[in-house]
């Protein structure tokens, strides 16, 4: 069972536009979250993260929101640039032990 | 300074065959991680190490899997024998500390 969940295998849009990236967890000792960029045939790349004492956290073009009740965290990109285009994964870990439990990942297309 | 180092890059074996993927964390880390990412399960983690040994193998599929750490600047991913649905691409990160992990280029799998 998927205790870190990306319901959306890809996302389309358009240049300039908001792109967001949903991600949803199921266990509630999760206390700090990541995200990961990955290009094709490189390793994934850090991006942004979120500790779960703090709603939002921003990084230029990116923001990540945490929604603790409803278990739920969200990226923004904005504006989305054509090199946005990758694999974006949601990652959580726990007060309890040092894993860090990926996502599936979301194929992210960034249309001209 | 070099980031995480994996090799093989690529990988091309037959069933029934032993492989081993190698990895050279970021020096000064103190956790290693494997993961492997396919296209049904995303970023599976497999096991990770913590000051050269091993702290969670209950990602590790099956006897046929098994990972060392000798010392702090190598670890390897063993599997004997190999079978098709191991194929995919394995990577190792590590993590100096509570934060995010960096990750290696990865080795793509292909057992026939």
């Known amino acids: 069972d998927q205790q870190v969940k990306q319901n959306s295998p890809s996302l389309s849009v358009q240049e300039g536009r908001i792109s967001i990236l949903n991600c949803d967890y199921t266990?509630?000792?999760?206390?700090?979250f990541l995200w990961y960029k990955k290009y094709p045939a490189e390793g994934p790349t850090f991006l942004i993260s979120i500790s779960s004492i703090k709603d939002k956290n921003e990084d230029g073009r990116f923001t990540v929101f945490l929604n603790k009740s409803a278990k739920h965290l969200s990226l923004h990109i904005v504006p989305s640039q054509p090199g946005d285009s990758a694999v974006y994964f949601c990652?959580?870990?726990?007060?309890?032990?040092?894993?860090?439990?990926f996502g599936k990942g979301t194929r992210l297309h960034i249309l001209p | 300074d070099a980031g995480v180092i994996q090799s093989p890059r690529h990988e091309v074996t037959e069933m029934g065959q032993e492989v081993t993927l190698r990895c050279k964390p970021i020096?000064?880390?103190?956790?290693l991680f494997w993961y492997r990412q396919t296209m049904m399960r995303g970023l599976e983690l497999l096991i990770y190490?913590?000051?050269?040994?091993?702290?969670?193998d209950s990602g590790m599929p099956e006897d046929r899997f098994s990972a060392k750490m000798p010392n702090a600047s190598f670890s390897t991913l063993k599997i004997q024998p190999s079978e098709p649905r191991d194929s995919a691409v394995y990577f190792c990160a590590s993590r100096g500390g509570p934060g995010e992990l960096f990750f290696g280029e990865g080795s793509r799998l292909t057992v026939l």
């Open positions: 190490f913590n000051n050269n040994v091993p702290i969670d």
């Open positions: 990652a959580a870990s726990g007060i309890w032990d040092d894993k860090i439990i």
């Open positions: 020096s000064g880390h103190d956790y």
């Open positions: 266990n509630s000792m999760f206390d700090y």
